[in-house]
């Protein structure tokens, strides 16, 4: 098989920490997780969010979460990639920052995930999305339309709580 | 690492329910904040500290929103005087007589049923 892969052991995780966890405040967002995360995991690693140029990140309640990301954290010229494929997203992320620090995209990849799944509800955080093909119960393939409840908004006041985790990669010098 | 008290959204909303317009501010950075987060952006600065807006502030952009059904409304910039912008719209005038450059003040505007409030904006005359 032809092509280009990575180089094996050519970059590193150097930082890793995790946003508050369990019940947190109410009306926090997923993305002041993800950079509460970032944040400690820049601690953990002796580097500032000067130093960050890749963000990598996913989460069912932002589609695109890079973005709001990047905007939050003040970084408009970040690398950024939002893939989601579920909960096998962030090894993807590791995959792609990986990709992206060889080839000079970014020298400094920060990897978040934030939800407050826990306070909202699964209904409210993850949208389904229906294979018609694979329904099992032979009722009508269209999905039924999402009653919009309150606690899908900004309203909702928090009984339970989220979670989130975060890792940090860097280029280095491979061994 | 104890979880923080409460969200920045949180303390947000509690102004506005108080009637005032909060933003925050690193002291050590002399770095003005807006929206509300945990840690500043570019900085990442944690000693953010929270302060009222005067509520005065100048229209940096504005637009008119002209829906299907209902009438059409105006959505623009605001830089406040504290030296942050946000999106709100201003009232008690023509949705297309607002201009860059005008001179607004701030308002809460508590909607019907439990939404949060949220800021809108006014003609300041002469402010």
């Known amino acids: 098989m032809s092509g280009t892969s990575v180089t094996r052991g050519s970059v590193a995780i150097v930082g890793a920490a995790e946003s508050d966890l369990g019940a947190v405040a109410a009306l926090m967002s997923p993305i002041d997780l993800m950079a509460q995360g970032i944040d400690r995991a820049l601690h953990d690693a002796g580097l500032s969010l000067k130093n960050v140029d890749g963000l990598f990140c996913a989460t069912t309640q932002a589609r695109t979460s890079a973005m709001s990301l990047a905007e939050y954290l003040g970084l408009p010229n970040a690398y950024t990639d939002s893939t989601i494929v579920g909960g096998s997203s962030f090894e993807v992320h590791v995959a792609h920052a990986h990709a992206a620090l060889e080839a000079g995209l970014c020298s400094v990849a920060a990897i978040a995930y934030g939800s407050t799944q826990r306070t909202i509800g699964r209904r409210a955080a993850s949208t389904r999305e229906f294979n018609p093909y694979e329904n099992p119960s032979g009722r009508s393939c269209r999905p039924a339309p999402m009653r919009w409840r309150r606690a899908a908004t900004c309203t909702s006041m928090a009984r339970r709580g989220s979670r989130w985790r975060k890792s940090r990669w860097r280029r280095g010098t491979g061994r | ?127």
């Open chain 2, 1 to 127: 690492m104890p979880n923080a008290a409460e969200s920045p959204l949180a303390t947000y909303i509690a102004h506005l329910k108080r009637g005032e317009l909060g933003y925050q501010f690193s002291p050590s950075a002399n770095q003005v904040v807006f929206y509300p987060r945990l840690i500043a952006p570019k900085t990442s600065k944690r000693d953010l500290e929270w302060r009222v807006s005067k509520g005065l502030g100048t229209v940096h952009a504005t637009t008119v929103v002209h829906p299907q059904q209902g009438d059409s409304y105006n959505v623009c910039l605001v830089d406040m005087d504290e030296g942050f912008r946000l999106m709100s719209r201003v009232e008690d005038i023509a949705p297309n007589r607002v201009k860059i450059g005008m001179r607004v003040k701030f308002r809460v505007h508590t909607p019907e049923g439990d939404e949060d409030p949220y800021p809108v904006f006014t003609p300041a005359e002469g402010a």
